[in-house]
Structure formats: structure tokens, C-alpha cells
């Protein structure tokens, strides 16, 4: 593996010039122009072991998957991605590691327009470890926050879920470009990603909100990946697609009128209203029969 200076060196020879970037990497700090609306700060970490297997995917998809799981929580409030900032810790001994894990990261930031701006690189005899912090700009409408759901609010989903273990959760594209173009269209009152599972982060937007929400079954949209699982995993697909998490679609409440023109204009493909806003509760509405939903899908150890 090249030395750290020697890596900085070939990060800056193949980093293109983007007139947002004031000063790129090689200095202290970057210098990018301030966006003219509200700054949206996001950073996620990934590490060999828990978000990927780095023997079994390779570093490309690895830090296609670092890079794009940030700027899907830019997409979950409407934002539009500017650049982000890199940090590795890298596994001594791995020669094509640095450059490959640079390509994957660098294929989703260019995928979006994202400036990558600098970071810090260190190695150590530990596994893969991968921080990106991403940072976006709000729409002129402002970011859309968990906390705007209301009982009433229709619940829609922007694509089938479930089964993202089969290679989804690596290769999935955000839906930073849905976002913008339902954000357009309708007033979202309340909107996220879904990594944890729709229970659970459906859940999210109901504890911010102040309100329930009842899921209704036969309409949520299943992946073919969880109804592959449903065949061996012991699980229905669609508990795969409650809370297998890594979908990363969006799941957005919106008023019955905004609901009613994105079934009749969609202004995406795929879109899929699943439920409605109440006033207490998580429920499942399967075969018109309303049972408890236990906001089950991934919960990070601590």
C-alpha cells in the first residue's frame, strides 16, 4: 500500500476542478461556496463486518454503498447533494483497496454532481472502516422533516421493499432526484429513508409526528428479492419487506388531496400508497382486519 502522502497525492490527481469548490483537498480545510438556502449535514459510518463483507463484495461496492447511503438521507428531506468529505481507515496490506474504494465512492458523488472536497486517511490492523459526511441544500420549499405527518395524511412508498441482503443494500441508487420531483409536486409533510425497515422507520415518523399510522398489507409493494427469501428464510415476504431495512426508498406522508394527484399524475414510476395517518398506534390492516404492527427491522448495539 503507498504511503499516506503518496495516496493524498493520486486522491488530488484524480479529483476534477468544480467552480463550488473553493480550495479542494491538499489543505487544512476545504472552502466551498455557501449554498443560498438551507445547509443539510449528514455522516454515516460503515465497517467491514457490520455494512458490508469486504472479502465477498470487494472495496468498489463497499464505498459505492458508504457514499450513497449518505445522500440518501439528503434525498430524505428533499435536498440536493454538493460534496462530502471522506474518511478511511484502512486495513494494512490490501494494495488495491485505496484506488478501488476511491472508485466506488466517486461513482455515486459524480452519479449526483457531488464534489468530493477531502477527508482523512489512516491504516491500521483492523478491518475496513469508511466515514462520509455529505453535505446538500435545501429547496427553495425548505427540507421535509419526520415531525409533519398528521392523522388523515395518506403513506406512500416510492418502490418495492424487502430482500436487500441479495445485493440491493450495495448497489441501490438514492432517490435524491424522486425526492426533488415529489417535493415539486405535492407539499410532503413528512418524509424518510427507509435502512431500518418501513416498521421501524415508519415508526420514526409516527413518534415525531405525534400520531399512528395503519399499514394496509395487500398494499405494500414486495421486492422479487424477498419473495426469493420467503421461499427458505422461514419469514413471509412480507415481513421481509416490514423490516428487512437497506430498501432505501422513501416512505412520505402527504395530504388526501396532494395524495389523490400523485395517483392520478404520479410524477415518478412506482410510487404506492400503503396506509394512511391515524391518531395513535402501529397497526396492519391485512384482509381488512386491523392487528398491532411491532415496529420491528434493524436496531444498531450499542
Known amino acids: 500500500m503507498p504511503g499516506e502522502f503518496e495516496y493524498i497525492a493520486w486522491l488530488r490527481s484524480q479529483t476534477p476542478a468544480d467552480p463550488r469548490v473553493l480550495i479542494g483537498p491538499g489543505d487544512d480545510c476545504a472552502a466551498i461556496s455557501p449554498p443560498t438556502r438551507a445547509l443539510l449535514v449528514t ?7 457490520t455494512d458490508f463483507v469486504l472479502s465477498e463484495v470487494g472495496p468498489r461496492r463497499a464505498g459505492r ?8 438521507d439528503i434525498a430524505a428531506m428533499a435536498g440536493t447533494p454538493t460534496a462530502a468529505v471522506v474518511s478511511v481507515a484502512l486495513p494494512r496490506g490490501k494494495e488495491p483497496l485505496p484506488a478501488e474504494l476511491y472508485l466506488g465512492l ?9 464534489a468530493l472536497v477531502g477527508g482523512d486517511t489512516n491504516s491500521w490492523n483492523g478491518p475496513l472502516v469508511i466515514s462520509v459526511t455529505a453535505l446538500g441544500e435545501a429547496t427553495a420549499r ?5 415531525n409533519g405527518a398528521r392523522p388523515g395524511d395518506w403513506l406512500f412508498v416510492t418502490g418495492p421493499l424487502g430482500g436487500s441482503i441479495l445485493g440491493h443494500h450495495l448497489d441501490f441508487t438514492p432517490r435524491v432526484r424522486e425526492a426533488l420531483l415529489l417535493h415539486e409536486a405535492v ?6 429513508d427507509i ?5 421501524a422507520d415508519l415508526n420514526h415518523i409516527c413518534e415525531e409526528s405525534a400520531c399512528g399510522a395503519v399499514l394496509v398489507a395487500e398494499a405494500i409493494p414486495i421486492s422479487d ?3 426469493l427469501l420467503g421461499c427458505t428464510s422461514g419469514k413471509t415476504p412480507l415481513q421481509h419487506a416490514l423490516g428487512d431495512g437497506e430498501d432505501f426508498e422513501l416512505v412520505f ?3 388526501p388531496q396532494d395524495g389523490e394527484k400523485l395517483l392520478r399524475e404520479p410524477p415518478i414510476p412506482g410510487l404506492a400508497k400503503i396506509g394512511e395517518c391515524v391518531e395513535s398506534g402501529l397497526w396492519l390492516k391485512e384482509r381488512g382486519v386491523s392487528t398491532p404492527l411491532a415496529p420491528t427491522g434493524w436496531v444498531h448495539s450499542l
Request: aromatic share 2%; glycine share 8%; proline share 2%.
Open 43 to 49: 455522516t454515516d459510518m460503515l465497517m467491514d463486518g
Open 65 to 72: 454503498k458508504a457514499m450513497a447511503v449518505n445522500l440518501s
Open 106 to 114: 466517486r461513482e455515486v458523488a459524480d452519479a449526483f454532481g457531488v
Open 142 to 146: 425548505g427540507p421535509v422533516r419526520r
Open 187 to 192: 407539499k410532503l409533510r413528512a418524509m424518510l
Open 195 to 199: 435502512s431500518d425497515g418501513l416498521a
Open 225 to 227: 428479492t424477498a419473495q
Open 253 to 255: 406522508a402527504v395530504s
